[in-house]
């Protein structure tokens, strides 16, 4: 298989890449923070002028037309810079879900807002008794005449006190952890029936805990079929946050390195002791584990078969959760003191590499997919 980019491919990681060493360091990032949404509206309307915001969408939707494999590119970058703007809550899981489950006009109405920038949405999946099961649905879904009503709580919801829009799964047939009777429904944040709390999350990033109480919505497709369409989102943006995943891991080691290298103990730089050098090429190989199975899972994210991509998928997830884990730690004992302040900034690499490995299901989660699946294939 050829994993070279091709000439469009490779002009899209040197424009991502050239943008965020160029928008995007440490000081940088720390200023964008501190604005009232906690991630930089002008950064978003960068996003939107390259055409990221409209990568993986039809030409005819406003987008580009890209797969994972474009995906992947610029969420490596990201995971380089350390990007705060709610790219994976919008356009990666927002508008996989209006692309895989909603109706033709839908579809024309809402991704073009996404690709301009005007559009936020927001992901709300996660329930306080469902831990990493997605079937596991206790919100209802009420039929009110052509709409819905919405009543539940959802929390964890990435970037959801600043969404125009929810994307809410909620159960309008069976019991809590029925496959069948899930449905996906849109709903407008600003409705009476939604209240939200945001804050921030410990890398860095925002989430909200929102509350639906009789909230109207619209049914994205079928209101009790949605969950394959779910299924295959996440699949779609777990291979997104393993390559997130290592553009952070290369920093860390990067960053590493050029510290053994000037960090000079008993009068010589700390990286000619052996033990060391062996201990960052162990992290190499952490690395690049890493990024071959990142390229596996961009690769099987478009499996048409379910079971067979979400084998791969969680192959993948297990091994980005190592490797973070090996990398960050060892990140961590090689700097010393400094790298757990707040103002060095591998620390908050390895705060987000945490937080990736929870996304969608820990390691321990998907080890038990794997080992109960019997093999990948």
């Given at each position: 298989m050829d994993f070279d980019l091709n000439d469009d491919q490779r002009l899209l990681k040197d424009s991502v890449d050239h943008l965020i060493s160029d928008r995007y360091d440490f000081e940088q990032r720390k200023k964008y923070a501190q604005g009232p949404d906690g991630w930089s509206r002008e950064m978003w309307a960068q996003y939107a002028e390259l055409g990221l915001l409209g990568l993986p969408f039809a030409e005819e939707h406003g987008g580009f037309g890209g797969g994972a494999e474009e995906t992947m590119i610029v969420m490596e970058a990201f995971?380089?810079?350390?990007?705060?703007?709610?790219?994976?809550?919008?356009?990666i899981l927002g508008g996989g879900l209006i692309r895989r489950a909603s109706s033709g006009p839908q579809q024309a109405d809402l991704l073009p807002q996404i690709a301009s920038g005007e559009l936020l949405l927001a992901f709300a999946q996660q329930e306080r008794s469902s831990r990493f099961n997605l079937a596991d649905v206790q919100t209802r879904a009420v039929a009110d005449g052509a709409g819905w009503r919405i009543t539940g709580e959802k929390g964890v919801v990435l970037h959801g006190d600043v969404a125009g829009k929810l994307l809410v799964t909620a159960r309008s047939a069976g019991?809590?952890?029925?496959?069948?009777?899930?449905?996906?429904?849109?709903?407008?944040?600003?409705?009476?029936?939604?209240?939200?709390?945001?804050?921030?999350?410990q890398d860095g990033l925002r989430a909200a805990e929102i509350s639906f109480n009789n909230a109207a919505a619209v049914a994205l497709g079928d209101p009790a079929?949605?969950?394959?369409?779910?299924?295959?989102v996440v699949h779609e943006a777990i291979a997104a946050i393993c390559a997130e995943g290592v553009g952070?891991?290369?920093?860390?080691?990067?960053?590493?390195?050029?510290?053994?290298?000037?960090?000079?103990?008993?009068?010589?730089?700390?990286?000619?002791?052996q033990v060391l050098?062996?201990?960052s090429v162990d992290m190499l190989v952490a690395l690049e584990q890493a990024r071959?199975?990142?390229?596996?899972?961009?690769?099987?994210?478009?499996?048409?078969?379910?079971?067979?991509?979400?084998?791969?998928?969680?192959?993948?997830?297990?091994?980005?959760?190592?490797?973070?884990?090996?990398i960050?730690?060892?990140?961590?004992?090689?700097?010393?003191?400094?790298a757990m302040t707040m103002e060095y900034?591998?620390?908050?690499?390895?705060?987000?590499?945490?937080?990736?490995?929870?996304?969608?299901?820990?390691?321990?989660?998907?080890?038990?997919?794997?080992?109960?699946?019997?093999?990948?294939?």
């Open positions: 995971g380089r810079g350390l990007v705060l703007e709610p790219y994976l809550a919008t356009v019991g809590r952890t029925d496959r069948a009777g899930i449905g996906l429904f849109l709903v407008d944040a600003t409705d009476p029936g939604v209240t939200r709390r945001g804050y921030p999350t079929g949605a969950i394959g369409a779910v299924e295959q952070a891991m290369q920093c860390m080691h990067d960053i590493t390195v050029d510290y053994l290298k000037t960090r000079k103990q008993f009068g010589r730089p700390i990286g000619d002791f050098q062996h201990r071959s199975m990142t390229m596996f899972a961009t690769v099987m994210s478009s499996e048409p078969d379910a079971a067979t991509r979400a084998r791969a998928l969680s192959a993948a997830k297990v091994q980005i959760g190592k490797s973070g884990r090996h960050g730690q060892e990140t961590v004992q090689l700097h010393g003191g400094i900034k591998v620390g908050h690499y390895f705060k987000r590499m945490t937080m990736l490995e929870m996304l969608f299901g820990d390691t321990d989660h998907h080890l038990k997919l794997v080992s109960d699946a019997g093999s990948l294939f």
